[in-house]
């Protein structure tokens, strides 16, 4: 292989890493704020979730590091959305995703979460509830 065809190559594929991370956006991927400060992780109690302000809310199964009760998505990090959840009637911040793998860095198998469109962002930047809301990450009940 020639010494032009093996740039070529790493071009493309330097090109290719830096468009499939969403971390300037502070989009979906494991390179976000959120996932970089936890959010979503797989914990048994409170001392599992390292960032300041979250706690392990255990009413998910596998338990997640989270904020509780926030009311505005700018109360939540980059990469996440403050959403009302109806099963518990209360307000969390959830990671935002695209599909499946993007909300399950730091969760095990047994405890995966979905990827869902049927939670509303409080605050999406689309005007609140409808299409433009971001799908987000969501563990089963505990």
């Given at each position: 292989m020639s010494k032009s065809s093996i740039a070529g190559m790493l071009l493309v594929a330097g090109c290719f890493a830096i468009a499939c991370d969403d971390d300037e956006q502070g989009g979906p991927g494991p390179g976000n704020e959120a996932v970089r400060r936890g959010v979503g992780a797989e914990c048994a109690d409170d001392d599992d979730c390292t960032e300041e302000g979250q706690v392990c809310l255990t009413e998910f199964r596998g338990g997640m590091c989270g904020i509780a009760d926030c009311t505005a998505s700018s109360e939540c990090p980059d990469g996440s959305v403050?959403?009302?959840?109806?099963?518990?009637?209360?307000?969390?911040?959830?990671?935002?995703?695209?599909?499946?793998?993007?909300?399950?860095?730091?969760?095990?198998?047994?405890?995966?979460?979905?990827?869902?469109?049927?939670?509303?962002?409080?605050?999406?930047?689309?005007?609140?509830?409808?299409?433009?809301?971001?799908?987000?990450?969501?563990?089963?009940?505990?």
């Open positions: 403050c959403v009302a959840d109806p099963d518990f009637n209360q307000n969390y911040c959830l990671l935002v995703c695209v599909n499946k793998p993007d909300c399950n860095v730091h969760r095990s198998l047994a405890n995966e979460a979905n990827c869902s469109s049927s939670l509303n962002a409080i605050d999406s930047g689309s005007g609140g509830e409808g299409p433009g809301d971001p799908k987000v990450c969501r563990p089963p009940n505990g």
